[in-house]
């Protein structure tokens, strides 16, 4: 890689970092939130759809917003906004000011997504080499270290204003010094390159094929993340210090994956990627569920990130490739569509689970994966001409 592009890559990576941190302080502050406001459990649940439809309100812009201004200012405004929003957390006593500031936050978060994604596609194309895959393990990477220092500082009794409040100062210097350096445009990056990759001439049809195999993978992503500790305790019996180690050990599994996917992407055609990827994780899903010992579970969990790390990342980068689609407006619609799947598939399978059974909820992940797996090989499979050799 030219030395010039060293400290874009680096400050891209930091941004993504920043973006896993600000979401796992959120998370460890639900409970917080929760007390301080006095809610209930409809009125959080609300409260978290406020943070959802603000970020779909800002993902139906984000892709003109990122064309017009550039990724770097768009990801400066918004992730200063985002960090802000993360210290007014408990700034007030008003459920209704809670509301507009997790709506805020949605739409920022969402928008800052896009603008870094697309900063990373930028990258990708002016260096010639794969990025994507380990942008978003400093996203995993970010959401670990934000979470240990949330759960460090509530160890130690620490008031939650004073880690919300630490966190956004760093949050705000992070964020202004990630998007001081200037990106490659897009634009100048070898446009015939295009034609070897997925969805050539196939257009905004490819793109929507994109953002549907997004909502697949996301679906299974989120009912990993809310589903499979859940899953430990009701299902199998484990003891709440084992039964958290489900989380762990899936985000760990995928941050590490993430690390070697880029060296994955450059080795293997993105389809074959996929495919092997998505079965993967169907495979440890599957015997997760069968083998009903914890155990075993924590190592099939971790089956299934590797498995799951890489789907997000190859799409995007197909999704900014697409020839006659704008690299911010293409992952855009991706992220939409993903977002979707990812809000929809964990109250599924909580229907599902209070019908039947968590477990037969959770085979939900076992089918999306086995879903993607099939139509992932078929939609990124190169079309005819000259020979890529991989996404």
Do not use: K
Request: charged share 10%.
């Amino acid at each position: 890689m030219p030395f010039s592009l060293d400290r874009p890559v680096w400050a891209v990576r930091l941004q993504f970092f920043i973006s896993g941190f600000l979401f796992a302080t959120w998370g460890v502050h639900v409970p917080t939130v929760r007390a301080h406001y006095d809610l209930d459990e409809q009125r959080l649940a609300l409260t978290m759809l406020a943070a959802g439809v603000g970020a779909l309100c800002g993902l139906a812009f984000a892709g003109r917003w990122v064309g017009r201004w550039g990724p770097q200012r768009v990801a400066c405004l918004t992730g200063l906004v985002a960090a802000l929003t993360v210290m007014a957390l408990l700034a007030s006593g008003s459920w209704v000011l809670l509301l507009a500031t997790m709506c805020v936050f949605g739409a920022a978060g969402s928008v800052y997504d896009v603008a870094m994604n697309a900063g990373g596609a930028a990258l990708e194309a002016a260096s010639g080499r794969r990025l994507m895959s380990r942008f978003h393990a400093l996203f995993s990477f970010g959401g670990m270290a934000g979470a240990a220092f949330g759960s460090a500082l509530l160890r130690v009794q620490a008031p939650p204003v004073l880690h919300l409040v630490l966190t956004g100062v760093a949050a705000v210097a992070a964020v202004w010094w990630a998007t001081r350096p200037a990106l490659p445009d897009m634009s100048a990056a070898p446009a015939a390159s295009e034609s070897r990759h997925f969805g050539a001439g196939r257009g905004r049809g490819a793109l929507w094929m994109l953002g549907a195999l997004a909502a697949i993978g996301l679906v299974a992503e989120g009912a990993m993340y809310d589903w499979s500790v859940l899953y430990m305790q009701r299902e199998l019996g484990s003891e709440p210090a084992l039964s958290a180690l489900a989380y762990a050990s899936f985000s760990v599994a995928m941050g590490l994956a993430r690390l070697v996917g880029d060296a994955a992407r450059a080795r293997w055609p993105a389809h074959r990627l996929m495919a092997g990827s998505a079965l993967l994780a169907a495979a440890g899903m599957a015997v997760a569920l069968a083998g009903r010992h914890p155990v075993l579970a924590l190592v099939c969990f971790a089956l299934v990130g590797l498995g799951l790390a890489n789907v997000i990342p190859v799409l995007f980068a197909a999704a900014s490739r697409l020839p006659g689609v704008p690299a911010a407006n293409g992952i855009a619609v991706v992220s939409s569509l993903g977002y979707l799947g990812f809000m929809a598939g964990p109250p599924v399978i909580g229907f599902i689970a209070q019908h039947r059974s968590l477990t037969a909820g959770l085979m939900t992940v076992v089918v999306f994966a086995v879903l993607l797996a099939v139509a992932g090989a078929r939609a990124l499979r190169p079309v005819p001409g000259p020979r890529l050799g991989s996404m």
